[in-house]
């Protein structure tokens, strides 16, 4: 059973970094076509896909948000942590993390997701 | 950017009507599109990938279609627990803005 959980709710200030951590069950990251990634959401709002990690160490990440974000694996701890810099009111919503897997045709899904944690930046 | 714009971005229908949603690519993606379906304070749910193909466990009444830029979500027959909101999402990148199926 893949199971992933965020963390808590989060506050942050404007200028600081986020680092949320995702722990996930029932699968490894060091699995071929296996991977992690991050998703958001402002209040009310469309998704917005941020970052991907897989199995291999190949990165993916937003091209409009590339230069604030970093997504790293502790595959022993079965975690996977993303790190925004610089938040801005803006940025506040719901964090997802999600289960991805890869095929070798290219396709890629999103199949299991964690429940979603609150972020607020606010001074 | 490859941008994703949803139509419409709302609608209203009823139990037992056939729902359509179009999702259009700025240019071709080929099949590498995916469905999701989102209830109110709940996580997203894959329903359909590579543009047609069902996820395991979805009702037989989701279809997909499409290719290249254009793309069509098909509610057969749109069931109670239908009514939510449902995004289009290239492989690896953007998602529509999203439309909201309500009664």
């Known amino acids: 059973q893949i199971t992933l959980k965020e963390p808590g709710p989060t506050l942050v200030k404007p200028t600081q970094t986020l680092t949320l951590t995702c722990t996930f069950s029932?699968?490894?990251?060091?699995?071929?076509?296996?991977?992690v990634g991050w998703i958001r959401q402002p209040p009310g709002k469309a998704l917005e896909w941020l970052a991907l990690l897989y199995w291999d160490d190949d990165e993916r990440y937003s091209p409009s948000l590339k230069s604030r974000l970093t997504i790293t694996k502790d595959t022993s701890k079965n975690q996977v942590a993303l790190t925004m810099t610089d938040m801005d009111p803006v940025d506040t919503g719901t964090y997802y993390c999600?289960?991805?897997?890869?095929?070798?045709?290219?396709?890629?899904?999103?199949?299991?997701w964690g429940q979603g944690t609150p972020v607020t930046v606010s001074s | 950017d490859i941008q994703m714009t949803q139509s419409p971005s709302s609608l209203s229908a009823s139990v037992g009507d056939r729902v359509t949603i179009t999702c259009r690519a700025s240019?071709?993606?080929?099949?590498?599109l995916n469905w999701y379906q989102q209830k109110p304070g709940k996580a997203p749910k894959l329903l359909i990938y590579a543009a047609s193909t069902l996820q395991s466990g979805v009702p037989s009444r989701f279809s997909g279609s499409g290719s290249g830029t254009d793309f069509t979500l098909t509610i057969s027959s749109l069931q109670p627990e239908d009514f939510a909101t449902y995004y289009c999402q290239q492989t690896f990148s953007t998602f529509g803005q999203g439309t909201r199926v309500q009664i």
């Open positions: 999600a289960h991805n897997k890869w095929w070798e045709t290219g396709y890629s899904t999103f199949d299991y």
């Open positions: 240019q071709s993606i080929r099949h590498f």
């Open positions: 029932g699968f490894s990251l060091s699995t071929t076509g296996v991977g």
